[in-house]
DNA sequence: GTATAAGCGAGACGGTACGTCAAGTCTTTTT
DNA sequence: AAAAAGACTTGACGTACCGTCTCGCTTATAC
């Protein structure tokens, strides 16, 4: 006997959230600014999210499902494409890297969200991980998980410090470089 | 023909705000915090300090200068010398980590510290990136680029995301597959 | 269809405004206290009032409401009795003297206060003058007003100043040189 | 074997004050901006006033020496003269009454500076006392006293309120009625 | 078919911290 | 010893957001 949660109000937050984000920064987004830009009340973004990260990653994890898995043949050749299409997928003024770089700031500031944070960060790491066990089912253990680190962790640096491009260069060069880790002609 | 600026006050922001920092975790450290338990007035920080970011990262610039450059004689027992180093200085409850993630995520949500923090990072990609051209000269380029960033890369996300240990064992697996990249027996 | 106000906050407020005002004088009332007095945030006073000086007067709009125009017959008379009245609500520790004596001050340092003041000052006026008025309906315009404000006036420069009491005493004899002026018998 | 205290400190500091009291408001008056446009340390200022109000009033006492008491022969002469010259002073862009407000408000809130200007006040006050007593010897007392308040607490209450213009009419209308107020015909 | 309880937009609320301003004091160097 | 310069501690300012809490309205069951 109860009123059904509002599907219009929850793709307005989403919306606004991640709209928001891009346009002033991941910083100056609050939850004020949310709630005006949705036409909604801030008690209901409470009332289903715990704070404006786990919004934010909610649309993230939509995203990241426009990710298939690659199939070329060679480790390098997965990789270059994997890696390829996860830096496109976060380049340009549509691009997820500026929101991605806030979520990673809320998750260390935040202890209630870091675990959202890592699962969703784990589910990438998997798919990444299947790919060079395929290839190099020996690796299993601490090496391939330190493959999996390397690469991740090389574009999330490049990413938080904005050092360098992640352009489709710099794919091919990790997957070049990783592929020799475990034997691949050099 | 003014009075002078006080070492004691400097010395005080900087050891509270680190104090502070590693006992309450970076993001509940706050300006009037520190500044009560420097004995100081706020004024004071931001006369010298643009934000606690940079009070902060003055402190670590000092830690980091106890990492000397190893020479065992080979990329891999450098790396797994260095890394291992670098990352004894972060763990337990006196080292850096928390410290280090706090200020990473600072430099995403403040634009005006992140060149701060860049610098910072650089200082510390040119030791490593060093290391690695004394052995392997012929990387100079976008490979040795890469493979400083992978290692690095992977520390930090390990640090960031706190999805395994920065032990010694990681240090080594780490300096074995750099040194794989680049050709030296497996 | 928000929240309504908080009539408990207002009280609250209004009451601890005046308490503090009187206890450690008008000076030395912060709006910092009085929120921590009253239990309340800061922002709900800055959003109903727009100064400290606006709740006072609020606080004393009332008080003065308690103030009844006389009818003793003769000019003389009904100044006495109205001014007797005035200053005994002003005296002693419970008095309003303190606090007129601030925002008064307030008025001047502050532009945005002034208007509030001055309308305030003006009801008072209205009060004095139509008792004149009762009796001189000749001195109708200049001469009204001036008598107005030789009477409040002197008021107003000994709760000032503080050199004379504002006692049943002065109160007569304002009374009688007031009433001469307007050609009572001496 | 000292130094003597700077004359030319001294005038930098007192005219400073007083016209940045007249251009900003008494309100916005500051200890650094004075001792900046006098080009002068702030301990300077601190040497040798208590408070900003204490220069300014230093200021003040010049000016108004410059007010000689009349001989019209008449209270009513007298009392024009006297009342008009006072408020022809404080008229104007270069006039005293925007910092007079500003000492009378100054005193309401700074305990430490009240005697100062009480003593200030109390000078005013004999000189018009005296206008008083030379034509109405028998006032003497609280009759004098009533009517020197009466007067000059007019002055005030419209300076200090702004709801009446203190210009010649007004000095005439007020001497009228204090001369009527002891006798002289009607 | 209507009562009723949850969802909702709105926004007031108690708090915490911000970054700024000015006060009055202290220290250094110069005159 | 007085002065200019300006750093220092202190304390209050007015603002921004937080997460919680009514308020009155809307709407989908469960009776």
């Known amino acids: 006997m109860a009123r059904t949660r509002s599907e219009q109000s929850r793709r307005a937050i989403l919306e606004s959230a991640l709209s928001l984000a891009r346009s002033g920064g991941y910083g100056k987004l609050t939850v004020d600014a949310v709630a005006a830009a949705a036409g909604v009340g801030k008690q209901t973004i409470y009332r289903w999210w715990r704070s404006l990260g786990e919004v934010v990653l909610d649309t993230l994890r939509e995203h990241a499902k426009s990710l298939p898995a690659p199939e070329t043949g060679s480790l390098e050749g997965d990789l270059t494409a994997f890696l390829g299409a996860t830096f496109r997928l976060q380049r340009g003024p549509n691009g997820t890297a500026e929101v991605l770089r806030g979520l990673m700031a809320e998750a260390q500031l935040d202890d209630g969200f870091a675990p959202?944070?890592?699962?969703?960060?784990?589910?990438?790491?998997?798919?990444?991980?299947?790919i060079v066990l395929r290839h190099v089912p020996a690796a299993r253990g601490s090496e391939a998980e330190a493959t999996v680190d390397m690469l991740f962790g090389a574009m999330w640096y490049r990413m938080l410090v904005k050092h360098g491009p992640l352009d489709s260069a710099f794919a091919q060069t990790l997957a070049a470089l990783a592929a020799r880790q475990h034997g691949e002609k050099r």
Chains 1, 2, 3, 4 share one sequence.
């Open 116 to 130: 959202s944070f890592a699962e969703f960060i784990e589910a990438r790491r998997a798919v990444l991980r299947s």
